[in-house]
């Protein structure tokens, strides 16, 4: 934690307010530590920064989430606007909501 | 060690910042604590245009593709007035190092750096411009320190920003990941006094100066490509620095299209609150920095913002979180560019924008940035479904902040709002009005007031009047 609820900046939003404001780095460990046990880590800018150790090789947390049945919607649409089908299309209605959106292991 | 108590750090804030930008702001300072001398400010960089783009070549930036997208301009036409419909245009600013036009400004910023000998640099910024500085001090040999706000109290880290830690740090720098609070600033100075390094700060003129480039790029391209000047440029609008070093580039080229400003509607969400932070989408390019930055640009992490978007703006619009996911996905779908999402909220406006111009006109999108994992719109939208948000195909007027996205369900659908300048014109004047309770203001002032708000003399004169009416309120901080 750098600053508990009363440090913090004055005239913040009082849900900010009653919180700490906190920072995370990631380093080299400079003595092997385990995980929760106060540890020193050597940065990328060559500083050392010490703490409690919350993860050891922290994993990438983003990813790209699901699908989005409403994007992909929409382009079909604004694609059958641009290129309407010559032949007439048997599946004209799209999903509007919900989670109408899969994927199947194929099988002959 | 000198004190870290919140005040006594932020009480030394002038003189740190000294320190870690080599340039004296006082010098540029005029009587009376109103104005400056902001072209002295802004041209106090000693690169004339050949050598910025020389060190742009030098560092993998500039010299981005100037794309046509026919079929976008098909689609619109179709809903168009006869004859209506320009042909749209983007920059594809994600070929830059680091993968988007922040590039020009880190290239200039670190230059910098490099040139007066500091060992390394620090950008306090969640934003592509973090990635951009991490990839220019790489080239350099030199450090980068980039801090991050990122995470609510319950240490849920917002998609977007999540990507740019990785990328940094994928880019050789040190990233402090931050809870939402504006004591990132707080934590910045604490760095640069700790460390001496240079603050890469968005706002300094280097920062400006580097996407000049940008502007001068567009008019040349289009000149070549298209036998044309553009009519209009659209410019996704945040801080103030895209607009401002973009007008400047284009005006130095002699070209002098309609400058318009876009950015996503967040009004409502509070841009300090903990609870607000993961309900919105975007991380920059809204009104959440847009409106405060157009009105009260010195609000930065310098003594004087170089970037000054109500100077520049011809135009100013809005446009919904779930239309320019409309517009990704057609930037996809249909042009083949998949493409991340700030440089898409400008995209958005032009599929309305291009509606109200002739079919043989020119329409700029100004910018394309890199997407990936954490800023592509399925990982947004999937975070807000988590938070409780609506998401859901329809009329974009249904949007509502922070509580449901919809995403258009026609290209005529998408319809930019504009925003009132003189408003915020008024808003800028006001601030400065209730400094001033005698509402005098000196010829020097006057003129500087007109060039900061965009208007000649003569408006500046009736708007003046007008702010000078209102009852005097007591002074801000
Ligand atoms: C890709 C992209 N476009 C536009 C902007 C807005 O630029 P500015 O803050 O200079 O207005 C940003 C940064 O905030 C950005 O990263």
């Not at chain 1, 700490?20 to 920064?49: C, E, I, N, W």
């Not at chain 2, 007066?116 to 969640?126: K, N, Q």
Request: some cysteine.
């Amino acid at each position: 934690m750098i600053l508990k609820p009363g440090e913090r900046a004055p005239g913040i939003p009082a849900d900010t307010a009653s919180v700490p404001f906190a920072a995370r780095v990631r380093g080299f460990l400079v003595t092997p530590a385990r995980r929760g046990a106060t540890a020193q880590v050597r940065t990328q800018a060559d500083r050392v920064a010490s703490g409690r150790l919350r993860a050891v090789l922290p994993r990438n947390p983003a990813d790209f989430g699901e699908p989005s049945l409403e994007l992909l919607v929409v382009g079909k649409a604004m694609k059958r606007r641009l290129y309407p089908p010559s032949r007439p299309d048997p599946h004209p209605t799209l999903p509007q909501r919900g989670r109408e959106f899969g994927q199947v292991e194929g099988e002959r | 060690m000198s004190s870290q108590k919140y005040a006594e750090v932020m009480a030394r804030r002038g003189a740190i910042m000294q320190r870690a930008l080599g340039l004296d702001y006082d010098q540029f300072e005029l009587e009376g604590g109103v104005a400056f001398d902001y072209e002295g400010l802004v041209g106090s960089p000693a690169y004339d245009l050949d050598a910025v783009r020389r060190i742009q070549a030098d560092f993998k930036v500039g010299n981005t593709p100037l794309w046509e997208l026919p079929r976008l301009s098909q689609l619109v036409r179709q809903t168009a007035p006869h004859g209506q419909g320009a042909r749209i245009l983007i920059k594809d600013e994600a070929g830059n190092a680091a993968g988007s036009f922040k590039a020009r400004r880190a290239s200039l910023a670190v230059a910098h750096a490099a040139d007066l000998g500091y060992e390394g640099v620090v950008a306090a910024t969640s934003g592509n411009y973090g990635a951009a500085v991490a990839s220019q001090a790489a080239m350099r040999g030199i450090k980068a320190i980039i801090l991050q706000e990122v995470f609510d109290s319950p240490w849920r880290g917002q998609p977007e920003i999540l990507e740019k830690t990785r990328v940094c740090e994928a880019y050789g720098a040190e990233v402090w990941q931050v809870t939402v609070g504006p004591e990132l600033f707080y934590w910045h100075l604490i760095t640069l006094e700790e460390t001496g390094f240079f603050n890469a700060s968005l706002y300094t003129p280097y920062g400006i100066l580097g996407i000049e480039t940008l502007g001068y790029e567009i008019a040349e391209q289009c000149r070549d490509q298209f036998g044309r000047d553009p009519a209009a440029i659209l410019i996704t609008h945040s801080g103030g620095g895209n607009v401002t070093g973009t007008a400047r580039g284009l005006r130095r080229a002699g070209a002098d299209p309609q400058i318009i400003g876009v950015s996503v509607d967040l009004t409502g969400l509070h841009m300090a609150s903990d609870r607000d932070f993961n309900r919105k989408s975007f991380t920059t390019g809204h009104t959440g920095f847009g409106f405060p930055f157009t009105v009260n640009p010195d609000r930065v992490d310098v003594p004087r913002n170089a970037a000054r978007g109500l100077r520049y703006l011809d135009r100013y619009v809005t446009i919904t979180q779930g239309e320019v996911f409309f517009a990704t996905q057609l930037l996809a779908e249909l042009e083949g560019l998949e493409r991340g999402p700030a440089g898409n909220t400008s995209l958005a406006a032009a599929l309305s924008i291009a509606r109200e111009l002739p079919e043989d006109a020119l329409l700029v999108v100004q910018e394309t940035e890199y997407t990936g994992a954490g800023k592509h719109p399925t990982a947004q939208l999937t975070m807000a479904r988590e938070l409780g948000i609506e998401v859901r195909i329809g009329d974009p007027r249904e949007n509502k902040q922070g509580k449901r996205i919809v995403i258009a369900d026609d290209i005529d659908q998408v319809q930019a709002v504009d925003i009132d300048l003189k408003g915020l014109r008024r808003s800028y004047l006001g601030r400065i009005a209730d400094k001033r309770p005698n509402r005098s203001l000196s010829q020097e002032e006057t003129q500087f007031l007109a060039d900061e708000t965009g208007v000649s003399r003569d408006e500046f004169a009736a708007l003046w009047d007008e702010v000078a009416r209102r009852p005097i309120v007591k002074a801000q901080a």
